[in-house]
């Protein structure tokens, strides 16, 4: 099993980065205490998206869907904020 995951960045959720890993937690876990991807360092994340799918092969060709698709990043970010404003 592995996971396809999709995090913003604290506090204004601008920034976006999309994933892979086999353990979810650990790998969110890393990124906000910075001994994650280069990019995601010195800043605090917040996991908006999964998917699960069955193994690694599957997991990496769908993650390079996400990244290349920016109408459905887009989408993913908006739904998320409209949550963050319905909140509130």
């Given at each position: 099993?592995?996971?396809?995951?999709?995090?913003?960045?604290?506090?204004?959720?601008?920034?976006?980065?999309?994933?892979?890993?086999?353990?979810l937690?650990?790998?969110?876990?890393?990124?906000?205490?910075?001994?994650?991807?280069?990019?995601?360092?010195?800043?605090?994340?917040?996991?908006?998206?999964?998917e699960?799918?069955?193994?690694?092969?599957?997991?990496?060709?769908?993650?390079?869907?996400?990244?290349?698709?920016?109408k459905?990043?887009?989408?993913?970010?908006?739904?998320?904020?409209?949550?963050?404003?319905?909140?509130?």
């Amino acid at each position: 099993m592995a996971f396809i995951y999709f995090l913003v960045a604290k506090p204004e959720y601008k920034i976006s980065y999309i994933g892979w890993t086999n353990n979810l937690k650990k790998r969110i876990k890393e990124h906000n205490e910075g001994k994650g991807a280069k990019f995601t360092r010195g800043r605090k994340w917040k996991l908006i998206y999964y998917e699960v799918v069955n193994n690694k092969s599957t997991a990496l060709k769908r993650e390079y869907e996400l990244k290349k698709n920016r109408k459905l990043r887009n989408l993913i970010k908006k739904n998320f904020k409209k949550k963050k404003i319905n909140e509130k």
